[in-house]
């Protein structure tokens, strides 16, 4: 399931903590796929506080709590890192990652934490989420096969790579627009991992992040850069990378377009993707401007240039999802639709079959 369905059904999760009517969901996916990106953003988004176990670095007395004598009983101390109203807050989400790497008797010390939200005498808050993820068994990571008992405690989701999903979210995070347009170009390259190779490093959403971070710290470092994008990414992707950010330097100037003084668009078909994404980035800044409407208006009158009217299209699109309303109030977006009309009864008729 895409990223942004599943964060849609974990949002209603974390609203029916509040009622009393949650559901623990479990997350699967191979490495790097983003499922803690999605329950981080989740709790960014809420304002609500976010407790992260790592299952696999616990003992089962992490959770238990250790026994204490108080006079002829025994009790258990409740661990300070689990859920506490006074200290936490009314809501929140409890996240259990790396579930299928814990061993059992730590798993086996979840199952009530998760069924009944209990742990003894300890109690989960009401209004706060339980949210668990971990790797598959055919993901060459460090995983024990799910017991049947604890399985049937969730329900179960598989989270898979979405470009148009990242795209959203890079832009939203200031992802280098150079990256964005690569992977709009090759975008077989958004998740390749194949674990009967054994990879070490490989393409995924979060060594993209990686990638971006090296650019920030490598750009303009010829002898260190490829070295650097490849550590991230891998040989193959790193070397087609840096290949595509060498021929950004040919790109057409973004500010001429902005200010509407430039309607060139570059015959190379990686250059119009990497301008593409250039220009939503540009796009979502000026949104917070005075001058959104005059730069958001010279962005649509040049998409209407793209001799591939797909990558007009999806430049659009793109700049939708991140400036939302804002950009089809716009006069210049109806000139633009007006001008891919038949574009669009064209391919209706094929998404439908």
């Known amino acids: 399931m895409r990223p942004s369905h599943i964060a849609a059904i974990l949002e209603r999760e974390l609203e029916a903590a509040v009622c009393g009517q949650h559901t623990p969901v479990m997350l699967w996916g191979p490495p790097g796929v983003g499922k803690s990106r999605i329950i981080g953003d989740l709790a960014r988004r809420h304002g609500v506080p976010l407790i992260d176990l790592r299952l696999s670095q616990l003992e089962p ?10 006079g002829d009983r025994v009790e258990w101390s409740v661990p300070a890192m689990l859920p506490d109203r006074e200290r936490h807050g009314g809501r929140g989400i409890l996240f259990l990652d790396e579930i299928t790497s814990a061993a059992p008797t730590v798993a086996a010390a979840a199952y009530q934490l998760i069924l009944d939200r209990r742990l003894g005498e300890y109690q989960v808050p009401e209004g706060w989420a339980i949210f668990a993820a971990g790797n598959r068994p055919g993901d060459r990571g460090v995983t024990y096969t799910m017991p ?10 598989e989270v898979e790579p979405h470009l148009d999903d990242w795209v959203a979210w890079a832009h939203a995070y200031g992802i280098d627009p150079r990256i964005i347009g690569f992977l709009r170009f090759r975008p077989d390259l958004l998740f390749d991992f194949d674990p009967a190779r054994h990879p070490i490093a490989f393409p995924s959403p979060r060594s993209w992040e990686y990638a971006h971070r090296a650019l920030l710290k490598f750009d303009g470092e010829e ?27 040919r790109m057409p100037d973004v ?16 250059l119009q993707y990497g301008i593409a994404a250039a220009l939503v ?17 010279n962005i649509l009158k040049y998409a209407t240039a793209f001799p591939q009217r797909e990558l007009g299209v999806m430049l659009v699109t793109d ?19 007006n001008s891919i009309t038949d574009l669009i009864l064209y391919e209706r008729p094929l998404a439908g079959r």
């Open 281 to 297: 980035r540009r796009a979502v800044q000026a949104s917070r401007g005075p001058d959104a409407p005059r730069v958001l208006g």
């Open 148 to 157: 049947a008992p604890l399985a049937n405690r969730f329900t179960h989701y």
């Open 255 to 270: 500010d001429a377009i902005l200010e509407g003084r430039s309607e060139r668009v570059p015959d190379e078909v990686d």
């Open 61 to 70: 007395t992490d959770l238990r709590g250790i026994p204490f004598r108080v």
């Open 319 to 337: 700049m939708h999802r991140s400036v939302g309303r804002p950009l089809i109030d716009l006069p210049e977006f109806s000139d633009w639709a």
């Open 223 to 249: 002898a260190l850069l490829l070295d650097a994008l490849q550590a991230c990414v891998g040989a193959s992707a790193g070397i087609e990378l840096k290949a595509f950010i060498d021929t950004m330097e």
